[in-house]
């Protein structure tokens, strides 16, 4: 496991991209895909409260310095590398298995069965953190997310919770995402896999808010060689 800290805020457990070695295997499918954000992405990485009340103090008891420890509390739910905001592949993964429910192919025994299945243990996307672009392939930085998205949750979960202000970094629509998805399953077609991604950026959208925030639309989509 190799740890991320980018200044000091962000330690977190990532796997090592596979995609060098898993590129070496015989019958693994390469297919590289581009998405543009249609309705704006929403922010909402885990972190352990101890941890950010080492980072930003805990929450003031005067209540009218809570909205401003809020908005700082919001900017720790950043995804960030090294070169800037970024997210976890396996939510492009678990968009297209959601999207797979809605399309179906003959697999395995020759049934016709819904892909999602399929997709979640047939394919690896890559690299393990996908960096945001804008339009002209800049990497995305986190003065890019200050415009925070508000609303009401309540803490703690459920009906008996107090209802609070919270905010979520967010970024505007049009925001990119390149990465590549290495399909060790042969039965799946690749237009299969296509409209698996296309129903997630219609239907369901990824980051959290979905369905409304996090939808796109597949702007690329090429299948590179069956590497050996």
């Keep these: 496991m190799t740890i991320i800290a980018v200044d000091g805020i962000r330690p977190a457990d990532t796997p090592e991209d596979l995609g060098d070695a898993i590129r070496r295997i015989e019958g693994v499918r390469e297919i590289r895909a581009e998405i543009v954000g ?3 992405f929403l922010f909402n990485r885990y972190f352990d409260e101890k941890w950010a009340a080492s980072v930003i103090g805990n929450k003031p008891t005067n209540v009218t310095l809570v909205d401003e420890w809020r908005r700082k509390e919001a900017m720790l739910r950043l995804y960030e590398n090294a070169e800037g905001l970024c997210i976890p ?6 968009a297209m298995v959601a999207g797979g429910n809605g399309v179906t192919g003959k697999l395995g025994r020759g049934e016709e069965v819904k892909i999602g299945q399929f997709v979640r ?4 996307p890559e690299p393990a ?3 945001f672009l804008d339009a002209n392939g800049r990497v995305l930085q ?6 925070l998205h508000k609303d009401q949750v309540r803490i703690p979960p459920g009906p008996k919770g107090a209802l609070v ?3 979520w970094p967010k970024l505007e629509v049009g925001w990119v995402l390149r990465f590549s998805l290495l399909v060790f399953d042969g039965g799946l077609p690749e237009e299969k896999l296509l409209a698996c991604l296309t129903n997630a950026g219609v239907f ?7 369905p409304d925030y996090g939808k796109f639309k597949v702007t690329e989509w090429t299948e590179v060689a069956m590497l050996s």
Excluded: H, V
């Design 165 to 167: 202000d919270k905010y």
């Design 129 to 131: 953190f996908i960096s």
């Design 38 to 40: 249609r309705t704006p």
């Design 89 to 94: 592949s396996r939510n492009i993964r678990s």
């Design 121 to 124: 243990e047939g394919l690896i």
């Design 204 to 210: 369901k959208g990824i980051g959290t808010g979905r």
């Design 142 to 147: 986190r003065e890019d997310a200050t415009a």
